[in-house]
C-alpha cells in the first residue's frame, strides 16, 4: 500500500470528500424518517451542514490551510456524525453556527486597528446566539484575546464588542414595550446564576474513549504547531496558535459547565476541526500519513458502535 498515495487523496479527493458528506446525511435521513414532522432534527441538519460548508469557505477565503483540502469540513462532519447525541441539539448547533460566523469576522480584524464593525458583529451573533444557549457569553474574553493576537485590540474595538451587547438587548426591550409585556425583556436577560453553577462529569465510556482519543491527536498537534511547524506564515501561526488555545478555553469551561455537553461539544469540535485539518495536511513525516488512517477508522468505527446503540 502506497501510504502517501492514500494520504494525497485524503486531502484532496472530492470523491471522498461528498462520500462523507452523503454517508452523513443518509444516517440523518434515516433518523428523520419516522420523524419527517420533526422540526428539530431537520433544523439540525441543515445547520450542521452549512456549518461544514462555511469551515470550507474560511479556510480557502483566508488560506488558512496552504494545500488545497476539504479535510476541515470532512473532519468535522466525521466528528458529529460519530454519536446520535449532536443529531437533535438545536441549542448547540446554533451556537456553533454562531461560533463560525464569528470566526470570519475576527479573521477579517488581523493587523487592522478599525474593526470595530467586526467587533460589534461578533457581539451581536454572540448575544443572540446566547438567547438560545447562553454559555455564548463565555466566549467574549476569548475573542478579546483574539483581537489582541491579531493585532487590532485598542479601546474603539473593545467599545464597539460591547455596543453589540447593548444594541441586542435595547431591540428585545423596545419589542417588550411594543408589546406590553416586560416578563419578556426579563426573561430573556443573561441569568449569571446559572452561568455560574458547576455541574458533575457524566459522560458514558466511548465518550471518554472519544474525547481521550482527541486530547492525544491535540497534544501531537500542539508538540508539531509549537516544536516543528516555524516555518509557517506569521498568519497561519496566529490562527492556528489562537485557535489551539480556544480548545484548552472551551475544554476548561466546558469541565466547569458540562450540563449541556452535546453543545460544548459541537462548538469544541470547530477549532479542532481546523487544527486536525492542518497538522494532516501539512506533514511529510510517513508516521503522521498512518495516523491520519488510524484516525479516519478511529470515527467510523466509533460511529458505527454509537449509531448501532442507539
Not at 37 to 60: E, K, R, S, T, Y
Request: hydrophobic share 55%.
Amino acid at each position: 500500500m502506497n501510504i502517501k498515495k492514500v494520504h494525497k487523496q485524503f486531502l484532496t479527493s472530492k470523491l471522498l470528500f461528498f462520500t462523507i458528506v452523503f454517508v452523513f446525511i443518509a444516517i440523518r435521513l434515516y433518523y428523520i424518517y419516522d420523524q419527517a414532522d420533526n422540526l428539530v432534527l431537520w433544523g439540525c441538519l441543515l445547520m450542521q451542514a452549512v456549518i461544514a460548508f462555511f469551515l470550507l469557505q474560511l479556510d480557502h477565503i483566508f488560506n488558512i490551510i496552504q494545500v488545497r483540502t476539504f479535510l476541515p469540513a470532512t473532519f468535522y462532519l466525521l466528528f458529529i456524525g460519530s454519536n446520535p447525541v449532536f443529531y437533535n441539539d438545536l441549542r448547540g448547533s446554533i451556537a456553533a453556527l454562531c461560533l463560525v460566523s464569528c470566526y470570519y469576522f475576527l479573521f477579517r480584524t488581523y493587523q487592522n486597528p478599525k474593526s470595530q464593525v467586526y467587533a460589534m458583529n461578533i457581539s451581536i451573533l454572540l448575544v443572540t446566539g446566547s438567547l438560545f444557549w447562553m454559555p455564548l457569553l463565555f466566549f467574549f474574553p476569548l475573542f478579546w484575546i483574539g483581537f489582541y493576537r491579531f493585532q487590532c485590540f485598542n479601546g474603539r474595538v473593545f467599545f464597539a464588542n460591547l455596543i453589540g451587547f447593548v444594541i441586542v438587548y435595547m431591540f428585545i426591550f423596545t419589542w417588550s414595550l411594543f408589546q406590553g409585556d416586560k416578563n419578556i425583556f426579563l426573561s430573556l436577560l443573561p441569568q449569571f446564576d446559572e452561568l455560574l453553577t458547576v455541574y458533575t462529569m457524566n459522560f458514558s465510556v466511548l465518550e471518554w474513549i472519544t474525547l481521550g482519543f482527541v486530547l492525544f491527536i491535540y497534544i501531537v498537534i500542539g508538540i508539531f504547531l509549537f516544536f516543528f511547524n516555524i516555518s509557517e506564515r506569521v498568519w497561519t501561526v496566529s490562527v492556528l496558535t489562537y485557535l489551539y488555545f480556544s480548545v484548552l478555553f472551551i475544554l476548561a469551561v466546558h469541565f466547569l459547565h458540562s450540563e449541556s455537553k452535546s453543545s460544548w461539544e459541537l462548538v469544541f469540535y470547530l477549532p479542532i476541526a481546523f487544527l486536525t485539518g492542518h497538522f494532516f495536511s501539512r506533514t511529510n513525516n510517513r508516521g503522521i500519513y498512518f495516523l491520519l488512517l488510524l484516525f479516519f477508522l478511529f470515527f467510523i468505527g466509533i460511529g458505527i458502535v454509537q449509531n448501532a446503540g442507539s
